[in-house]
Each structure stands twice: as structure tokens, then as C-alpha cells.
């Protein structure tokens, strides 16, 4: 029996659910050896073989199994940088967004304790990272390591456009008030150069906050947005997307619960694996 991508997909979503944190790892084992991904990718057996047929479980051979996110392109964009503090003058530097000048970028926030949004954002994207690469994804990250400058805000949206993403997600953590918890996603506003993701970017928006209710500890905000939602139209990486996309604040910072969850390296496991659940649904159709 072969599987249809949309059928293996919704299998090893449902497989995944009891451990989001832990998904590539539950439903692609230790990945298909080196020159067999082409026939994973493929469907597996010829019609011919004697095998039996692929029974997608989390025992199944990984080598019989599609890989959902086979041929997708998703963009990551992990806000901020770790060495930004470090040049204010090119920081701050005016760019366009689309709508009117807005700066570069700024070093983001952090906890009371020290611990950077820059750093939690790296860590969550690597980890969707590898989870989106073992589920057959080709992935692009606007940055590659924590200890850089930049890249300006309006440049990462242009690297993701011209990836040409399926789909691009953008991480980061608020700078809140100090009583108030939870995420919250950000959601474009039609302004010219977005206009045609608008509606799907709104449908992977709903997918994920589901994801994040589902699999996550992390409340939706309470001080922030409606329903963990909010429109934005003065940020460049939703401004000017081409791609259907989404920013999350994933937590509040410098509230003390939700900074003991975003500095937990348990919790951006988790975070990412409800990303990649959200991914792979909002790809496939199937139910996150
Ligand atoms: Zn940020």
C-alpha cells in the first residue's frame, strides 16, 4: 500500500502528538541512510518487491516512509542577533518596511535573569530547523549563528522571498509588561507587496496558535492582541513578505513564569516541535 503524502502526513502528526518536543525524533527515527531519501521521497518499494507494505507507525523502517515536507521550502527567521548591542551605528540605520522607515533591527529583550531574546530565538529556530530537514524540508535561516550583526529586518524578509518559501515563520519573544504572560502571533495587513499572502498567512496563523494551545505549556496573552492574535502593519518581515508568514512573540520576557519557560531548553524543544506539527499541517492539509 502507498501512502499518499497527505495520509502519511496526517499518521505521523498523530504519531508525534504525545511529545510535540520530541517530533523528528518519534516520527523519522535516526533519518534514512545516506541515498535512500530519493526512494523514501519516492514512495518506496516497487510494485514488485516482496516487502510488506509500509505500515506508518512509529516502528516503521523510515526508509518506507514519504517524508511529509518532501519538495516544501520554509523560511525561518530568528529575530534579532546576538552581537546587535555591539553596533548601534548600523542597528539603527532607517530602512524601509514597506510603509514608512523603521530601524534595522534593535538587540531585543531579555529576562530579568540576562538571558537573550536573541539567543532563545536561535535556539527555538534550529531546533524547527532540524525538525523541518528530517520531515524533508529545505529550510532557510535569515542568520546562522548567534553572534553576528544584523541582518536589517527588510533584508531577512528578501532573503525568505527569494527562497520562494511554501511558508516562513519569524521567532521571537515580547518585551511585555511584567504582570502580563503568554504568546502571541502577529499577522500582516494588506499594504502592497503582501497582498496575495494575506489569506493564507492568516490560515497558517490560526494553525499555529492551535499548535501552541495543543502542544505547548505557554498560555495565549493576556495583555496583548485578541485571542493571542494581533494585526501589525509597521514591521517589515510581515510588510514586506511575499510568502504567507507569520511572527510570534512566544512568550512575555520579563515576566518571571513565562521567562522560566522561554530560558528552559525543555520548553524551546517543545515551542519548536508545535511549529514544526503547524508546518507540516498547514503543508499538507492535514490536522495539526
Ligand atoms: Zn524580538
Redesign the pocket.
Known sequence: MRLSRREAAITLALAALPCAGCAAAQKFGPGPAAGSSNAAASGGASASSQAASPSITSSASPRSVALPLAGSVVGIDP??NGGNFTDPGFINQLIWNGREQETCDTA??ETAGGYT?ALFNFHVASHLRDDLVAAGATVVMTRKTNNGVGPCVNHRAEIINAAHADVAIDI??DGGPTWGRGFTVLEPVADGPNDKVIRDSIGFGRTVRSALLKYTRMPQSDYYGHNGVVFRNDLAGLNLTTVPKVLIECGNMPNLTDAALLASPSFQREIAGAFTTAIISYLTGSQA
Open positions: 529575530g534579532h531585543g529583550t531574546e521571537h519573544a
